[in-house]
């Protein structure tokens, strides 16, 4: 692959063995002519170097790290610097860049069922946002949307990146709206070609949110976050979930060792604010729907309590010509319910889109 340009020089991170390390890219063109990006990693004290993508045999990565594990997961990821605080990123696959933005309260790992299907066609990049997953969560911190946008932003121009397809769910709807409000006014240093939506609140007047939520955005927020129980984040949780898809144990393990690394559960009440920006900008990023230009398709779990059913129909009334997909009995996590038949819908969402 030859090497065009640097990408994250100077950027400090850590890499497959936690040791603090400079991240270094390259990027060009495959023989096939797809998109690729290739990372390496120099550990800062020794000097050393290696490359970002280690060999896999058999499911099992070349460290002993099983795939298909959030312990895998993390390990096949890798961290840079965002404002002095760790962002814990993940990169794979080659052709076009297709960036995932993930949901409140999750991470980068909501993406893991889809992600096998993804990485054959796209070139996809992920990231845990600050305050989520295994990124740094600073407790005194102004978390917003727009700061998340900044972040994406960031990291997206960093790496060099011209265009990009975005596949954003829940909270990462939003992220992906201010986006596109940004671009409308001529603020992004790069093109988004096409945006696909899974379950968003992208209109707060139809968004419906859980009991646990209105609490944590009350002024007794801070003692219902610090105070949360896995059997409340549970019984919770669950009722996103369409009812013949709920999720099983381990996965219930893995969202509750997310939420509360690095004292996760001591910020809920600051992240959950992200409601309140929904109303406060809502001409803003509505309007940045109605404007935008690029393909667009909503693809919708209609058993969703949150914002299934009620937000599909206020889509199609706001958007007479939107691109709705509707899944019956799929509730808030279209991608870990059915992974399947969102990648369908995706693909042939793709497909429209390059015809």
Same mark, same amino acid.
């Given at each position: ?16 063995? %936690? ?38 045999? #058999? ?24 404002? %002095? ?17 993930? %949901? ?170 992200? =409601? ?34 009620? =937000? ?42 390059? #015809?």
């Amino acid at each position: 692959m030859p090497a065009i340009s640097t990408l994250y020089a100077g950027i400090v991170g850590k890499d497959h063995f %936690g040791r603090h390390a400079q991240w270094y890219g390259r990027w060009g063109y495959g023989s096939d002519g797809r998109f690729v990006l290739q990372f390496q990693a120099i550990n800062v004290r020794r000097g050393q170097c290696m490359d970002e993508v280690m060999p896999t045999v #058999g499911g099992v990565s070349a460290a002993g790290r099983e795939e298909g594990t959030l312990e895998g997961w993390q390990h096949g990821g890798k961290w840079f610097s965002f404002e %002095g605080h760790a962002i814990f990123s993940r990169m794979a696959g080659s052709g076009e860049p297709l960036v995932l933005i993930h %949901g409140f309260p999750t991470a980068s790992w909501d993406w893991n069922r889809l992600w096998p299907m993804l990485i054959q066609q796209h070139n996809v990049l992920a990231l845990d946002m600050l305050g989520f997953g295994f990124s740094d969560k600073p407790a005194d911190y102004d978390y917003s949307i727009e700061d998340q946008a900044d972040l994406f932003q960031g990291w997206i121009e960093g790496l060099g990146l011209p265009s990009v397809h975005l596949l954003v769910h829940d909270y990462g709807c939003s992220v992906a709206q201010e986006l596109l409000a940004r671009e409308q006014e001529d603020l992004l240093p790069f093109r988004i070609a096409s945006v696909c939506f899974l379950n968003g609140a992208l209109f707060p007047e139809v968004h419906n949110p859980l009991l646990i939520q209105k609490l944590l955005g009350s002024p007794f927020g801070g003692l219902i976050s610090r105070g949360l129980t896995r059997r409340s984040f549970e019984r919770n949780f669950r009722r996103l979930f369409g009812s013949q898809n709920p999720p099983d144990r381990q996965d219930m393990e893995d969202f509750w060792h997310l939420l509360t690394y690095n004292n996760g559960r001591g910020i809920l009440h600051h992240l959950i604010q992200f =409601m309140e920006e929904r109303r406060c900008h809502r001409n803003r990023w509505v309007g940045a729907l109605q404007k935008a230009t690029q393909p667009m398709r909503l693809i919708s779990g209609t058993a969703d309590p949150v914002s299934g059913a009620g =937000m599909a129909r206020r889509y199609r009334e706001l958007m007479p010509d939107g691109d709705v997909v509707t899944l019956r009995n799929i509730g808030h996590y279209p991608h870990l319910e059915c992974p399947w038949e969102v990648f369908s819908a995706y693909r042939e969402f793709r497909k429209r889109c390059e #015809g």
